[in-house]
């Protein structure tokens, strides 16, 4: 028992959780200070330890717990050691509950809400070494750009459309600081397709990013100026500062924005219809 106190007073852990954390758990690996742990051992000689893992939502229900691997055993020099998150949580050895498992499988996401991480050293036989350690942390919604002009289906005259289309959008709503990128796209759609057909399968006929703002005039320099009604589906992909796709909590994997349908056509023939 004294061996046992002694060991216990010989390590000390301190837990470091970003609050807001990506909500696609393959980014925490990847991206600085989403989980910091820095175990200090306070003796003399190396120890071997067991990070022992349980990630709980604020309720009290079991999310993930960690698989302890036969003979995987982490080395502990004398004073301090830092682990980052794929240490803490990787989750090739994490097995989650339930319909968490099936939501992780489908987005790689968690559900948004609130959630705890608590971490121990254990040893290999499963005798804790230090006293949990807990940090709360929050998964929030990421609600991507709504575009609203032009609108779903809205007609434009096609002498305006020559000299320039508006397009706005919302600001995408997020937890961090980074300044957004949006993707702006046009495609058109062509007689035999459907939108969504010209969306996955055409070439965008507009295709520029817009840093910050929440508008882009488009000046298309094309010929609608004829008899044909000519149709285009517009989207926004959001990026970060890096490039990387906003993390939503759904099963929106491309950081798309809802489409939307616009149509050019000749002002006589707007006026007939």
């Not at 229900?61 to 240490?87: C, E, H, K, M, W």
């Not at 050895?93 to 968690?110: D, H, I, P, V």
């Amino acid at each position: 028992m004294l061996c046992c106190m002694c060991s216990k007073a010989q390590l000390s852990i301190q837990l470091i959780v970003n609050p807001a954390p990506p909500a696609k758990l393959s980014e925490w690996a990847v991206k600085n200070n989403t989980v910091t742990l820095i175990a200090t051992n306070a003796s003399a000689a190396s120890r071997k330890v067991i990070i022992n893992s349980v990630l709980k939502t604020n309720s009290g229900d079991v999310v993930a717990t960690r698989i302890l691997v036969p003979g995987f055993a982490y080395t502990l020099p004398p004073g301090n050691t830092i682990f980052s998150a794929q240490d803490v949580i990787p989750l090739n050895q994490m097995s989650f509950a339930g319909s968490y498992r099936s939501g992780l499988l489908r987005t790689g996401k968690l559900p948004q809400g609130s959630y705890q991480l608590t971490v121990e050293l254990d040893s290999s036989s499963g005798t804790p070494f230090t006293p949990p350690a807990t940090r709360d942390f929050t998964l929030a919604g990421i609600q991507l750009p709504i575009l609203f002009a032009p609108y779903d289906n809205q007609r434009l005259s096609a002498i305006a459309a020559q000299t320039a289309v508006t397009f706005r959008w919302t600001n995408v709503i997020k937890s961090s600081a980074d300044v957004p990128n949006y993707n702006l796209q046009v495609f058109e759609i062509l007689p035999h397709q459907k939108a969504v057909q010209a969306l996955r399968a055409n070439q965008p006929i507009l295709n520029v990013v817009v840093k910050g703002n929440t508008q882009y005039i488009w000046r298309p320099q094309l010929l609608f100026n004829d008899s044909l009604e000519h149709k285009f589906i517009w989207t926004i992909r959001t990026t970060d500062g890096q490039g990387n796709l906003y993390s939503t909590t759904d099963a929106n994997a491309e950081g798309r924005s809802e489409p939307r349908v616009f149509v050019i056509k000749n002002s006589a023939k707007l006026l007939e219809n």
